[in-house]
Structures are given as C-alpha cells and as structure tokens.
C-alpha cells in the first residue's frame, strides 16, 4: 500500500517551471507569469484575505514603467485636492514609496511591514501583479485601477541599468535582452501583462496610461487621472512637485533608505526620459521587439504606436 506520502506525489500537480534569472536568483512560473516565489505565496494572501474598499487605488505597473512617478503623482493630487479629504503624509517628508506601500510584500508578504487596517482611507495600494492575480472582487468592489506602463524598450534599458547598479553584475545587453524578450524578468512577460491592463481599459475602473503621455503632456494627463480619481486638484502644482528633478532632488536631499526590494530609494532616479534605448539596443533589437509585439497583441487593438504619443526628450 502506498504511504500518505506516496500517494500525495501521485496526486500533486508537477511542480512549477523554475528558471534562475540574470541576476538575484530563482524565479517561479505562475499562471504564465516569472516572480520570486515569495510573491506566489502574496498573491494567495491577497487573494484571500484582501477586501477591496470602493474608495481603493490601485497603482499598478510592470516594474521600471514609471511606478514612482505615478506614486508620487497620485500622493500629490490627492494632497492638492479640493473635493476629497485624506491626511495622509505626503513628499515633504517621505519618498512615494514610503507613501503608497506595495500590496504584495509589505502587506501580504509572509512578514508584513505594514498593517493594512492601519491605513486611512482613500487607501493608495502599489502592485506588480498582473490583473488576473488579484481579487476578482476588485472588479465589482468599486474601487479604481491606475496602470502605468511604458514602450518595452525602454523598460528593457532601465531594468538592466538598474540591475547592474544595484547587484554589480557584468552582463552583457544582449543575454539580459534575450531574457527580457523571454519573459524571465520580474513580473515577465512584459507583454502579457500590458494585454491584460489593456484588455481592461476603460471598464471596471482600469485607467491605462502611458510614461511617454505622462512626458508629453503632463498637465493633460494629471488632470486625467484626477478625473478618473473623481478629484479636482492643482493640475500645475501635482506636476512640478513631482517632476524628474524634485523627486530625484528630494531622495538625495534626505539621503535616504532602503525600499523593501533592496533598491536604494536613489536608484529609482536614473535619467527619467523618453528613447534611451537608441543608446544601447540596435535597430535588430528593436526589430525583434516589434516582432513579439505583432505577435502578442495581434488582434487587441494594442500596438507601439501607444507609445509615440507626444513623447519629448
Ligand atoms: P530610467 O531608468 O529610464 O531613467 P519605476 O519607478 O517603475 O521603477 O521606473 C523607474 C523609471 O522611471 C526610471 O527610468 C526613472 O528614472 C524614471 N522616473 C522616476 N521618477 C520619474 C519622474 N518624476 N519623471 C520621469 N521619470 C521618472
């Protein structure tokens, strides 16, 4: 007869693809998607143990497209806003990460650094997670989605700088740049997981906005995001506090800290424009990943083309 043990082998489902990554080590395949696995684990919690406010932001964004920009635009149209009271703490004082806490590791890691119960209303969440792995509740609970994302370029360009700076590492563009096309990166595939913020647009309180938009026309998209956020607010006030200067001036000023990741909070400033990588991909790179991205988003009305929009240096 078999042992309990046994027997649980037969029935488990085979253990998930696991592949190392570039640089800081292993990486799970969950539901097609590479993260560490301690996120795995965060993306259960959440999922049963989150219960979306109607008042709720969601900030979410594959890594490197912009996620400290929109924390701090979103803190200061909040702060500046007329019509919705919060007392929050704001970037006198803090770095936006300090501001808006991410929901999978500092509240729903295995040891939280943050309570959520804690946070005062409207309550400003931060996520790397694709939509399909947070609540199904979100939908019908009323509460809001801002995705930030940015041309796959230069998210490539910025994500390899700052795994260089941040660990040392010597790899080369190219290796990092395979993976990347891959989908072995945090939060990978990058594809995958614009489609399904993109899919989402417009319905169930998902606003999708890009950093090159953000660059172009600033004002125009602040005020759009405070729309959506049903707020008004000092269109030109939110911009200049949170411009590429101010923040990355700030952080320095306050020589600060550490974010939960490891990143030293600095190292979220690098030089915040738009078409870096025509210093460091060639015109094949790109080709290839004009190539997955016909591929991926055939047929869904997303393209490149989102990203030329306006975009100045
Ligand atoms: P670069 O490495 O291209 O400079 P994330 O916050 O998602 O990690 O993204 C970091 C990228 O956003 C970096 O891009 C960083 O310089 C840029 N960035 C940070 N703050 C910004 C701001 N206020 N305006 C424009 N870009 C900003």
Known sequence: MDTPQQHEDVISPPPPPQAKWWVDGQ??????????PEFITATEAIRAHYTPLPSDIILASFPKTGTTWLKALTSSILRHSS???????????????ELVPFLEIELFGETPSKDITKITSPRVFNTHLPLSFLPDTLKTSG?????????????????????????????SIQEAF??????????????????????????????????????????????????????????????EECSFENLRNASKERGEGVHWSGTKYDMFFRKG??????????????????????MKW?????????FNNSASQ
Not at 83 to 97: A, G, K, R, S, V
Not at 273 to 294: S, Y
């Open 27 to 36: 990486r799970i395949r969950h539901k097609g998607f590479w993260f560490k």
């Open 83 to 97: 019509t919705i009271h919060n007392n929050h703490d704001h970037m006198d004082n803090l770095n936006p990460h």
């Open 143 to 171: 509460s809001k989605v801002i995705y930030i994302t940015r041309h796959p370029a230069d998210t490539f360009v910025s994500l390899w700088h700052l795994y260089n700076n941040k660990f040392g590492t010597e790899i």
């Open 178 to 239: 395979d993976d990347f096309c891959k989908g072995l990166v945090p939060a990978g595939p990058y594809f995958d997981h614009v489609l399904e913020f993109w899919e989402a647009r417009d319905q169930d309180r998902v606003l999708f906005v890009t950093y090159e938009d953000l660059k172009g026309k600033p004002e125009e998209n602040v005020k759009r995001i405070a729309d959506f956020l049903g707020c008004e607010t000092m269109v030109e006030k939110v911009v």
């Open 273 to 294: 424009v738009v078409g870096d990588w025509k210093n460091h991909l060639t015109q094949e790179m790109m080709k290839e990943l004009e190539d997955i991205a016909d």
């Open 298 to 306: 055939s047929g869904s009305g997303l393209d490149l083309n989102i």
